[in-house]
């Protein structure tokens, strides 16, 4: 059965560097999103791609968050510089029309 | 003001017994899709079933049923003949917004007792 997958499992960066995570949709999928969730917590949106732009992101998806689909493949979202607070679990998504998968998701660890 | 309520922070049922966990939410979008993630302990998200704010019958995907109440802005999720591997976190959720974005609520842990 197909799945998302994402690279790598588990990151750890110092503050202020900057890392790049990958994302690997459902192949006949159009839809492409991110999500993090901070330990504990709920799951958070930050941004959802068509098309080749985004569609929509949310106030966390600010100026250091990027996303791009380099090739017809890979969908990934690099943050710029890194702080303590973006200690997270990051899921990447894809979706054919309505139901959103999830990939095994990349744990971030800025120290 | 919170879009997706999970009110039960945690729940128990004895194995092969049903329990229903409860989600309510909160639109304004005549068109919007409503969905449950099960999240296990090694920390991937798992769909489990989805409900179209037209769809007339209540969702049902083997196990996994949803009570679907449009008028009480309410989408239970029942999970009947519970197993130990059903232990997990729970997630509501619901598509909005014109990026299809998901909101979901706090989770609810459900643990199976044998």
């Known amino acids: 059965e197909p799945e998302v997958t994402q690279t790598p499992s588990h990151q750890v960066t110092q503050m202020g560097q900057e890392v790049i995570l990958r994302c690997v949709p459902i192949?006949?999928?159009?839809?492409f999103y991110w999500y993090r969730q901070i330990l504990g917590q709920k799951v958070e949106f930050l941004v959802s791609?068509?098309?080749?732009?985004?569609?929509?992101k949310s106030e966390i998806f600010d100026d250091q968050f990027s996303v791009e689909r380099p090739d017809g493949s890979n969908f990934t979202l690099k943050i710029r510089s890194t702080k303590l607070e973006d200690s997270a679990m990051y899921f990447c998504?894809?979706?054919?029309?309505?139901?959103?998968?999830f990939g095994p998701g990349t744990r971030l660890t800025v120290l | 003001a919170q879009k997706i309520t999970q009110t039960q922070p945690g729940m128990f049922v004895q194995e092969k017994e049903a329990v229903t966990l409860d989600c309510t939410y909160d639109?304004?979008?005549?068109?919007?899709?409503l969905f449950w993630y099960k999240q296990p302990s090694s920390g991937e998200m798992i769909f489990l079933i989805y409900q179209g704010s037209y769809d007339e019958q209540n969702a049902t995907e083997g196990r996994y049923s949803l009570n679907f109440q449009k008028a009480r802005k309410s989408t239970n999720l029942v999970i009947s003949a519970s197993q130990l591997g059903d232990s997990a976190m729970y997630f509501c959720a619901m598509r909005e917004g014109r990026g299809n974005k998901l909101v979901f609520g706090a989770g609810t842990i459900l643990r199976v007792k044998s």
């Open positions: 639109t304004s979008d005549q068109s919007y899709g």
């Open positions: 998504a894809s979706s054919e029309m309505d139901t959103q998968y």
């Open positions: 791609f068509y098309n080749n732009e985004i569609s929509e």
């Open positions: 192949s006949n999928h159009l839809y």
